[in-house]
T-cell receptor, first 114, second 111 residues
Framework: DTEVTQTPKHLVMGMTNKKSLKCEQHMGHRAMYWYKQKAKKPPELMFVYSYEKLSINESVPSRFSPECPNSSLLNLHLHALQPEDSALYLC?????????????FGPGTRLTVL | GDSVTQMEGPVTLSEEAFLTINCTYTATGYPSLFWYVQYPGEGLQLLLKATKADDKGSNKGFEATYRKETTSFHLEKGSVQVSDSAVYFCALSGHTGKLIFGQGTTLQVKP
């Protein structure tokens, strides 16, 4: 299994809602990532987990809260988002962190904040 | 800091034409280099990679050679198809382990 899966595929939420994005991989990878991608732009790194511990937070606002319950799962909890947070949210995984480890991406969750 | 520069798009080609998308990089040391492709409405797919100078990555008819002397990793394909229409991202991974992306190049192939 060489796939990263993400649910839901699409999500529409109001600014007062709480929702979660989910990501799963069964490749035995020990590094997992969240990216945000705006239209016609490259992905922007948000968070990195290595061996289930948060290793990088790219100064992301606290309304985004990541969680790594186990080595195969990665969640992104959303609360009190703003319309400018509307974007494609991509999850990725790699064998480990480090420059020789290629990242495999999921299909993304397209988020719309009303 | 590390950076990647890609040729601006969009690139419009006829089917069976030769494709080159230029990519140059600035980095400390010897980064790994990648090409990712993003089809409309989808996530990124790893197309090919190279981890040291003179390495050639290849996949699905696409090729790119890691040129340290020119700090380049240009993507080429001898004969494009309509199904190759997508956005192509050049990226590097250096000593921080983070993926640094170029701005992306949109390729449109017309029948």
């Amino acid at each position: 299994d060489t796939e990263v899966t993400q649910t839901p595929k699409h999500l529409v939420m109001g600014m007062t809602n709480k929702k979660s994005l989910k990501c799963e991989q069964h490749m035995g990878h020990r590094a997992m990532y969240w990216y945000k991608q705006k239209a016609k732009k490259p992905p922007e790194l948000m968070f990195v987990y290595s061996y289930e511990k948060l290793s990088i937070n790219e100064s992301v606002p606290s309304r985004f809260s990541p969680e790594c319950p186990n080595s195969s799962l990665l969640n992104l909890h959303l609360h009190a988002l703003q319309p400018e947070d509307s974007a494609l949210y991509l999850c990725a995984s790699s064998q480990e962190t480090g420059q020789y480890n290629e990242q495999f991406f999921g299909p993304g969750t397209r988020l719309t904040v009303l | 800091g590390d950076s990647v520069t890609q040729m601006e798009g969009p690139v419009t080609l006829s089917e069976e034409a030769f494709l080159t998308i230029n990519c140059t990089y600035t980095a400390t040391g010897y980064p790994s280099l990648f090409w990712y492709v993003q089809y409309p409405g989808e996530g990124l797919q790893l197309l090919l990679k190279a981890t040291k100078a003179d390495d050639k990555g290849s996949n699905k008819g696409f090729e790119a050679t890691y040129r340290k002397e020119t700090t380049s990793f240009h993507l080429e394909k001898g004969s494009v198809q309509v199904s190759d229409s997508a956005v192509y991202f050049c990226a590097l991974s250096g000593h921080t382990g983070k993926l640094i992306f170029g701005q992306g190049t949109t390729l449109q192939v017309k029948p």
